[in-house]
């Protein structure tokens, strides 16, 4: 069983207060994406995290059509797509969906504008529980376990290109109980956060 996260009160301050200066369409300076464009909250009717992770929801799951107020249909269900801007390294879906932040599953969608073609960079998820990212349509990094989100134990996925013009990542977060959350950041080949990339929540 997870051992729920508490919040200091400032952080719960900063995150009621400071989203919209998240939003400056770049990575922080630790390389993490910020803005997103994300799908949630849907329940999982599999027996498992790691079912739900591996099961795709909708058949375009790794290349959304994802726009902001876009309509989505899935498991017979519509949900639309919310611009958010994070506060904190990590998109937290509970804080946007408290009422229903448990057994389900969320998409967050990132449109990463390179200027030049950027070769041998490493991509690192976090998440809360069982997460992957798919980047321009495959699929680069997954973990299947249950789990608490710990900025230094990131899922690594090694020899990532990054192509001149617009790259798509989605991260997928599966949460089975308390909290939900995710990341998703570039590293150079000096372990070095990139951070000269533009991030829209358009296509």
Aim: net charge neutral.
């Amino acid at each position: 069983m997870k051992t729920p996260r508490i919040l200091a009160p400032l952080t719960l301050l900063a995150a009621s207060v400071l989203p919209a200066l998240a939003q400056n369409g770049r990575p922080d300076p630790e390389g993490f994406i910020r803005d997103w464009l994300v799908l949630a909250p849907l329940p999982i009717a599999e027996t498992s995290g790691a079912d739900a992770l591996d099961k795709k929801q909708f058949a375009e799951e790794a290349t959304p059509a994802a726009k902001e107020g876009a309509v989505q249909k899935l498991a017979g269900k519509e949900l639309a797509w919310a611009k958010v801007a994070s506060a904190t390294f990590y998109v937290d879906f509970k804080e946007l969906h408290p009422s229903q932040s448990e057994q389900v599953v969320a998409w967050a969608v990132a449109y990463v504008v390179c200027p030049a073609e950027k070769f041998e960079l490493s991509l690192k998820m976090n998440s809360n529980d069982q997460g992957k990212v798919y980047l321009n349509g495959k699929e680069l990094v997954k973990f299947t376990d249950a789990r608490t989100l710990e900025k230094e134990a990131e899922n690594t996925a090694t020899g990532v290109t990054l192509k001149k013009g617009v790259n798509v990542v989605v991260l997928k977060v599966v949460n089975e109980e308390n909290n939900w959350q995710g990341s998703v950041r570039f590293l150079d080949a000096t372990g070095q956060p990139v951070t000269d990339l533009k991030i829209e929540t358009k296509p």
